[in-house]
T-cell receptor
Framework: GQQLNQSPQSMFIQEGEDVSMNCTSSSIFNTWLWYKQEPGEGPVLLIALYKAGELTSNGRLTAQFGITRKDSFLNISASIPSDVGIYFC????????????FGTGTRLQVFP | DAGVIQSPRHEVTEMGQEVTLRCKPI?????LFWYRQTMMRGLELLIY????????DSGMPEDRFSAKMPNASFSTLKIQPSEPRDSAVYFCASSSSYEQYFGPGTRLTVT
């Protein structure tokens, strides 16, 4: 089936550093979403992107919908310990379905 | 605002028993999704409903799994009989557009 390649798989950084992760696919997506999952909880929606080239911020988070519609990135600036978790990208392939394809996740660990 | 509600949060059962997981979507959302998450396979879509009608059940592992949505505010995922390989976290999510909102999950352990 369709897959989203998400990288890196894991990151170990120090508090205050900036973080960047991305998702790529061989298919064109119409929507990109970024989620964060903390231990014992469900994924929480962080940012939604709807147009190619769109750049959207949510606090210290910034995400972009790639111009080719085949990729997206998420940046976290000035990381803090509560940024720890697994970050998932998700994409919607076609306008006539609500189905999302999820990436494999990026596990982020922040050290004080 | 109440988010997606799932029950139970944890379920431990013996192999061969029937398991029923429950979900109440966000009011006003017309799509509901059941996912399974494991370390090995990540987040997998099992089935989704739109306006209470099953649209895509291609992710349902086998006949032991069944899902229903009798009305807009309730859905169940049933496993009968359960097997140890069904152990996972099961999430329900709902949406009114392309933005899906997840519940806290049910952690199922089959011994």
């Amino acid at each position: 089936g369709q897959q989203l390649n998400q990288s890196p798989q894991s990151m170990f950084i120090q508090e205050g550093e900036d973080v960047s992760m991305n998702c790529t696919s061989s298919s064109i997506f119409n929507t990109w979403l970024w989620y964060k999952q903390e231990p014992g909880e469900g994924p929480v929606l962080l940012i939604a992107l709807y147009k190619a080239g769109e750049l959207t911020s949510n606090g210290r988070l910034t995400a972009q919908f790639g111009i080719t519609r085949k990729d997206s990135f998420l940046n976290i600036s000035a990381s803090i310990p509560s940024d720890v978790g697994i970050y998932f990208c998700a994409g919607q392939l076609a306008y006539n379905t609500d189905k999302l394809i999820f990436g494999t996740g990026t596990r982020l660990q922040v050290f004080p | 605002d109440a988010g997606v509600i799932q029950s139970p949060r944890h379920e431990v059962t013996e192999m061969g028993q029937e398991v029923t997981l429950r979900c109440k979507p966000i009011s006003g959302h017309n799509s509901l999704f059941w996912y399974r998450q494991t370390m090995m396979r990540g987040l997998e879509l099992l089935i989704y409903f739109n306006n209470n009608v099953p649209i895509d059940d291609s992710g349902m592992p086998e006949d032991r799994f069944s899902a229903k949505m009798p009305n807009a505010s309730f859905s169940t995922l049933k496993i009968q009989p359960s097997e140890p390989r069904d152990s996972a976290v099961y999430f329900c999510a709902s949406s009114s557009s392309y933005e899906q909102y997840f519940g806290p999950g049910t952690r199922l352990t089959v011994t």
